[in-house]
């Protein structure tokens, strides 16, 4: 299988769905720029043409409106937003109206498959309403599905899902992944929506991650394998529908569990694992479970202070130790230098 | 009594040449939605149907002149107070009572309530109580028929105190950029909830301004007058047709019942609006002004008018018996349609 | 200390605050209404008149804003909304802006003390966009506090609390509760933000709850006292800051934990405790925690189907007495007849 | 070149009427604010200063004309592209630099970066990057101003491209029926991003007939004559001193740079704009043309304009200096002011 870029599967999954699908349409504010969302919409562009790849004002609210109706009569819209702070403008139509479409008419009024694909910042300064990570608050809601693409394929294999699916997909990508690379087959593969991936085996301790978080836990991982410890990675790629099983079977594994995810605390991702662990998996918990997230404070600027404030795979590995109650490791800092410098 | 005193000042007045099948469909559909409304208000007060409910009676006007005017592929978007488009549209009758009684045979199976219709087989695509969001929606599938070529034309009824709400100017905006088919029907009845307009728009506002500046054309029209509602809206509808883009059109009108509930405001002492001003607003009634038109020219007599009645009231009655013995909704179904 | 209603508490707040702070004002659809929000702004509205008092036109988003705008040139902005579904409309202003305001200026900026207070729905098919429940969103951000009392006299103490805060304050008001009476002191007494409280003792088992599910714990508590279960019930008030240390105090006690919420399951306010538990008590932990929620699908509208999608005391005490290894009861049905018939 | 053919159509020129003085500081303040951006622009390239950043090069007549026009005690919203009005109306240069630089100095302490900037002391509130937030926050203020009967005006600095934005016709409509006093400067350089005003806006638009649809006077200025900004500036504020409430005022004017960043378009190949267009307008460079009028109206020497330059520059020179030796924010504060 040939290595492509996320930001290329992203596209080639959109590209293949629009061969198929005549009435998918991607607008949002610059998808038919040149720079075409880290390149994610220009091949749409060059292929299908302005009628269905087209800029859109900034007016977050109607537009998700419009998405909607244009979904209830038959179309399939895709929208992005270049950040997805922008989306708290669009939450009265995606949650009082997209969540409940389908239920609230009984069925009768069909189905707003809408897919919303939205832009999570981090690093670089870009500050407090720039960096969020909103997938709980939107997973909290029946009627969504909410999923993270970690890796190219996913990236893909989503994207080609989200485009069939019968209700509406909001799509979180973080910022830091377009340029990453990996094995996607050509072939148009959905990645199941409501399906987690164990992305490394282990024995000893559960590691399950969000997003550009699976990265981290994966080079967590391999720190500690050189220290001993053998971690399994779980990529839980869907927020909801979440794969209750996968995770429960990987902690009823090794009995122990960290969640490690993009967003804060309280009220969010990694707590929901955690309580799931406790309710159902409680029997073979060896130890308290653990929460990787945000320090609970806005996104600062500057850039000793964003330091501290993202934990990293350092955090992770490091977590996994006390976990398994190591008291010396040959462990030392294994964060990656972090090359980011724009475009945002 | 200031909502009287701005008694329309419609652009232009019905012409008076409306054909005749078409001026006795007006007046038999406003009757039949009338008598809908006021049976369904009497029936609420028994608290067996438990959902929120926004009567339009008074409003009947604007709905039925504006659907008249409409084709059959047409769609309607409507906001809380919607049995008067759902009906006026053509939606089941027990699909409405059933819906408020929360029963399966409701339109939407007893899960949206009366806040949440939906007839699609005739182009109701849906009721939602959140403002503004039905103007973004019909916007929407007006983009949908621009690019498949259509001639088909997407409507929202909304009222003026949603005018408050941005979401509206969003929409406004986008649809005219693109020239959508997409017709916008203000029902402006001079209150929202309990708020008058002195505290929600600048003095001296006119809401038709708010469409022209951007670039929306827009019209006024007195929104008790059946007959000119159909024309003014026939007037856009062509506009739109002819591909000219969004038209706006403000219709004036009165409810006569409180906000939410079945009650007129005097029985609960409400205070918001004076009962001079709702009962000289009731002497302006649609349905009869209509039915004095029929009857001076010369398109039906007191007896045939009394018939018609006694054909919507029939109905009706067959009707809340049939949905009073749908089923409920079964336990088990709880889960349906959620994705 | 004399029984007063929960609305009549709301209001006695209010006044006493505003009779010390001429900045306070309070604004939003229907405060000056005769109804005014089930009575709790009216006797505001008559003693300090319209300057203090005042409708507004519905504009959710511009109007947080103008409250933000206000408070930073040195007033106590007040907004209600009357069901807190219509505050996704100002989401972007709350979590974007007023959360974040005092940090990312560093401090020079000030702070904006807003408070926005906000009406949960229930029952009498108010369905699925007017009966919401949005404490985990808004939780889930630094920045904001959100408490939501159960009580008359929290529903006084943490108005007052909340209009001396030095930043942004929300509060959930259920519907179901302010006909409710209880206790509160004529004083202004202020109810600490952050500060859980024990409403009952037990031995046996924690239920955390939140507002109206504090009554069907308290309810359950009571059934359970019965059946020789003894049942500790953790009104939880404030959601953000979370008062961990009574909760897990409560927990290493009882070794067993539910938490009743009024929303739903995943990522939200339950999922929160229990994983609190799960990481910070788990030694203490004798069996598995027990989320109950809201069922997983949005409200529906028929009595028929609203009685199965709301948990209420006997979902409660049922949770308690399987957590507890009990295989015969005396237990009934103990749910209380639902009566409410508006005005919603 | 679209932007170029609507090369401003004022609906009133500068007088040449100013008061020496204010003419002079009207040159000096847009020079300061020029030498200011440029400089950061250089430097940014350097990627030490790690905050996405709008530079305003080509807008200065805008902020000075109406920040000149101001009374100490009035407050200043803006939005992303901040820094002019930062500057113009008085906030710490240091406080600017250091800010970009991340450091303990920075106006927000390093917290808040290029978008999020704060003076207090001179009234400048803050900026805030989400598009339409200044717009509800001036009113807000000025809410605030008109319960205390105090005569202080608040004002928002906004993009045209923020006039797409719902909450701009929320609070235009509440500043409106309330009278308040606040001056709305909508900033039309053509571009949101990359978007050109044809994908965004209907042909014909005029923002001005917006806000009047809103009952809020409004007034057209070329944003690059600062002394016409200054005196329709002056117009307005008097107007909203006297009690008249709300005014708009939209000044047409251009942005040089990329719209985030520090290059030309042209370094980057980007599309979206012609050279010719963006050299047109440099062209009409508002500092120029300033300096010209005061070396048209004898108020300078060209030997003076240059004297004035080097103090800037040297200013601005030790300043930079100051922020690059300003301390980190200390890790151990990260959770300082969270409430
Ligand atoms: C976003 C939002 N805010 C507030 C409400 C509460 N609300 C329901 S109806 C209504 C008044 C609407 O007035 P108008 O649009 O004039 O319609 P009318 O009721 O007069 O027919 C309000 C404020 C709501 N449903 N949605
Ligand atoms: C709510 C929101 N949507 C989108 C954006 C992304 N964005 C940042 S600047 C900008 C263009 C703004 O254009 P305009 O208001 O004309 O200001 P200009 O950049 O031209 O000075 C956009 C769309 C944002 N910051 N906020
Ligand atoms: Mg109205
Ligand atoms: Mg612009």
Known sequence: MRNIKYSEALSEGLVQAMERDPGIFVTGIAVDYPSGIFGSTTEALRRFGPKRVFDAPAMENALTGIAIGAAAVGKRPVIVHPRNDFMFLAYDMMINLAAKWKYMYGGNAGSVPIVVRAVIGKGWGQGASHSQSLQSTLAHFPGLSVVMPAFPADAKGLTLAALTHGSPVVILEHRSLYDTTGPVPEEAVATPIGKAAVIREGTDITIVATSFMAYEALHAAQALADDGVSAEVVDVRSIRPLDEATILASVRKTGRLIVADTSWELCGFSSEVAALAAEKAFESLKAPVRRIALADCPAPVSHTLEKVFYPGATTIAKAALVMLGRRDSRLGEIDRADHFKGPY | ?339
């Open chain 2, 1 to 339: 009594m200031r909502a009287i005193s701005s008694f329309p000042d419609p652009e232009q007045p019905a012409t008076g040449r409306i054909p005749p099948e078409v001026e006795v469909g007006l007046y038999r559909n406003m009757l039949r939605v009338r008598n809908a409304e006021e049976t369904l208000a009497a029936l609420y007060r028994e608290k067996e149907m438990r959902t929120p409910t926004h009567f339009g009676v008074g409003q009947e006007g604007v709905a039925v002149g504006v659907c008249e005017a409409l084709l059959p592929g047409d769609v309607v978007y409507t906001h809380h107070r919607c049995h008067t488009h759902y009906l006026a549209k053509g939606g089941s009758l027990l699909g409405l009572v059933a819906e408020l009684y929360g029963r399966e045979d409701g339109c939407s199976r007893g899960r949206g309530g009366s806040v949440h219709l939906t007839d699609r087989s005739v182009g109701l695509m849906g009721s939602s109580p959140i403002l503004g969001q039905g103007v973004a929606l019909a916007v929407g599938s007006a983009l949908a028929f621009k690019m498949d070529g259509a001639s088909t034309v997407a409507v929202s009824f909304f009222g003026e105190g949603t005018c408050d709400e941005g979401v509206v100017y969003e929409s406004f905006n986008y649809a005219s950029v693109n020239k959508l088919p997409v017709l916008l029907v203000c029902e402006n009845n001079f209150y929202a909830t309990e708020s008058p307009l002195e505290t929600r728009q600048p003095s001296g506002t006119r809401l038709c301004d708010r469409a022209r500046a951007f670039q929306i054309s827009a019209e006024k029209v007195d929104g008790n007058d059946v007959a000119a509602v159909y024309e003014a809206a026939q007037r856009a509808l062509a506009r739109i047709r002819a591909g000219e883009g969004p038209q706006f059109l403000e219709c004036e009108t009165y409810r006569w019942l409180e906000h939410v509930g079945p009650m007129f405001d005097h029985e609960l002492a409400r205070t918001y609006r004076t009962r001079e001003e709702v009962e000289a607003w009731m002497q302006r009634c649609p349905v009869k002004r209509a039915g004095h038109r029929l009857l001076a020219r010369g398109l039906a007599t007191q007896a045939g008018l009394d018939e018609w009645r006694r054909e919507v009231v029939d109905e009706m009655t067959a009707v809340v018996a049939q949905a009073k013995a749908s089923p409920w909704p079964d336990p088990s179904t709880l889960f349906e349609n959620v994705y």
